[in-house]
């Protein structure tokens, strides 16, 4: 059987994590739209450990025993100031005995708070940049590290690519082992390593259901395209012969908002919502956005009455502390 379990792995996630149901969030919901909330579920990937939690926990496991076989000494990321990629990427190279440097698009704060506070907490390394400068900062970072002699890994945004996807194709694996069954996954989408591997997963177990990405950041022929190009990557490391198409992708481009990384009125809503409602904590840059797309295209008829939603919980958490959001969140 081909299978990601052949894939070096070095576990160190809190797997598996728990499947919850959204009581009083599908009450508020259905007296909203006349009884015509799908039933709700959520799995809380905010609690996978390693620093915080997040989808990111699951991917590094896979990164770090490449990074290992290769002989790596030090990791090397990128992303935006409060990524929670690089926060959980600085976190496990302290773990794991290895340097690490970020590479940030964004300026220094005088009081870092959020994830960057907890990338400076870890001891992580940080280059400054701007946005539109970051893959090259990126790659003049890692040469500069490989010409010192440091043993650099290069680790892509948000950890996506075939390991990356991998990692999702197992969790959906281990959806399936909790015997929970649902019509639909609702995912926040942005790098596409998760969606590709939920929807690798997903093709590979003839799942009847669908996988919803709430795109955070791109439209959605972009997106879909990406998830593709990571799900077949990752078909192919495992030797699986499944290969997908972008008409199988499901991405939802609804929602980008005034863009990446600025909570509007949806996000500030869900937020709220799920903190009321259920005493959760989504993110106002990933979860906070996907589930006010979940949330709309409740209001909207969109799901059937009778069907059933997992909501991913990706994580985030810490961006909620940051200086950034915290004083337009309520
Ligand atoms: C990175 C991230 C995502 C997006 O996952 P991708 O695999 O990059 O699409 C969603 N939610 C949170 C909290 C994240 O940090």
């Not at 996988?211 to 997106?223: A, C, H, N, R, T």
Request: net charge negative.
């Amino acid at each position: 059987m081909t299978s990601s379990n052949l894939i070096p792995r070095i576990h160190f996630a809190a797997l598996p994590t728990p499947i919850e149901p959204l009581p009083r969030l599908h009450a508020a919901l259905a007296s909203e739209t006349g009884g015509r909330c799908p039933n709700l579920f959520m799995k809380r990937d905010d609690l996978t450990g390693l620093a915080l939690g997040g989808n990111k926990t699951r991917k590094l496991e896979f990164v770090l025993a490449e990074a290992l076989a290769n002989g790596a000494r030090t990791l090397i990321t990128v992303g935006a100031a409060q990524s929670n990629h690089c926060r959980q990427t600085a976190a496990l190279a302290a773990r794991a005995g290895l340097d690490c440097i970020l590479v940030l698009s964004g300026e220094p704060e005088e009081h870092p708070s959020g994830n960057l506070l907890l990338d400076m907490l870890f001891g992580a390394e940080i280059v400054w940049t701007s946005r539109d400068d970051r893959e090259a900062a990126l790659q003049r970072t890692f040469a500069a590290a490989w010409d010192s002699g440091r043993r650099p890994y290069l680790i892509p945004l948000g950890a996506s690519n075939a390991l990356g996807a991998l990692a999702y194709e197992a969790a959906f694996r281990e959806f399936l082992s909790q015997n929970t069954p649902v019509d639909w996954m609702v995912v926040a989408s942005s790098s596409g390593g998760t969606q590709a591997g939920l929807a690798l997963g997903a093709r590979l177990a003839n799942w009847p259901g669908r996988v919803l990405g709430i795109s955070i950041d791109e439209p959605e022929d972009v997106l879909a395209g990406i998830v593709v190009a990571y799900a077949n990557q990752a078909a192919e490391r495992m030797k699986a012969n499944a290969r997908l198409t972008p008409e199988e992708i499901h991405v939802n481009a609804d929602y980008l908002g005034e863009g990446y990384g600025i909570a509007g009125a949806p996000e500030r809503e869900s937020m709220r919502m799920f903190a009321r409602q259920e005493g959760v904590l989504l993110d106002p840059v990933y979860t906070g956005r996907a589930a006010a797309g979940m949330i709309d295209l409740i209001r909207k008829g969109f799901f059937q009455p009778d069907e059933r939603i997992l909501f991913w919980h990706t994580g985030g958490t810490p961006a909620l502390f940051s200086n950034r959001y915290s004083a337009e969140l309520i």
